[in-house]
Antibody, heavy 120, light 107 residues
């Protein structure tokens, strides 16, 4: 089955760190552009970061310098390392695929999300 | 950053009625605009790609149009299962951005 499964969310204090993982099955992570999109409670969608199939990475201004996206090709998994977390980072984090293999610059596959809560 | 503004923010609609949601971009984005549906407690789902192309498995009552700065999502003959929040999304320029969402309620 083609799917994405996030893990690693939880409660963390302001200033703390957390690492999110997204395990893919049914397709190859490194052949696609993989993203993180977040949604604060009761709010809309916000794009966070992308790692292109070629390895280039990009971030939203709100997380640049604090978050790092990476992938492990052998595990078919990608990650979001989050440092210096703030209350405004509280959100459900979705991992999302852009199907680079078909030149698709759209989000065609979403995980179920993992909740990150930043609070003391 | 390209700002996407959707209207309306909320719409209460009777089943079988037609729904129209608009999305306006702060600068021209060609056809690099997609639409998603998010039902309560679910992940978003792609409906329309590149402004007017239906994604696989999406019911034919959903359609999209527009280019440049003005885009429209139309739901013909609304069904109860269409109660959701709808988002537009541009991929013309990083950072990719979303509209604020339009919540569609069934009367």
């Amino acid at each position: 089955e083609v799917q994405l499964v996030e893990s690693g969310g939880g409660l963390v204090q302001p200033g703390g760190s957390l690492r999110l993982s997204c395990a893919a099955s049914g397709f190859t992570v490194s052949s696609n552009h993989m993203n993180w999109v977040r949604q604060a409670p009761g709010e809309g969608l916000e794009w966070v970061s992308v790692i292109y199939s070629g390895g280039s990475t990009y971030y939203s201004d709100s997380v640049k310098g604090r978050f790092t996206i990476s992938r492990d090709n052998s595990e078919n998994t990608f990650f979001l390392q989050m440092h210096s977390l703030r209350a405004e980072d509280t959100a459900t984090y979705y991992c999302v695929r852009m199907p680079a293999a078909s030149h698709g610059w759209y989000f065609d596959l979403w995980g179920r999300g993992t909740l990150v809560t930043v609070s003391s | 950053e390209i700002v996407l503004t959707q209207s309306p923010d909320f719409q209460s609609v009777t089943p079988k009625e037609k729904v129209t949601i608009t999305c306006r971009a702060s600068q021209s984005i060609g056809s690099n605009l997609h639409w998603y549906q998010q039902k309560p407690d679910q992940s978003p789902r792609l409906l329309i790609k590149y402004a007017s192309q239906s994604f696989s498995g999406v019911p034919s009552r959903f359609s999209g149009s527009g280019s440049g700065t003005d885009f429209t999502l139309t739901i013909n003959s609304l069904e109860a299962e269409d109660a959701a929040t709808y988002y537009c999304h541009q991929v013309n320029t990083l950072p990719w951005t979303f509209g604020q969402g339009t919540k569609v309620e069934i009367k």
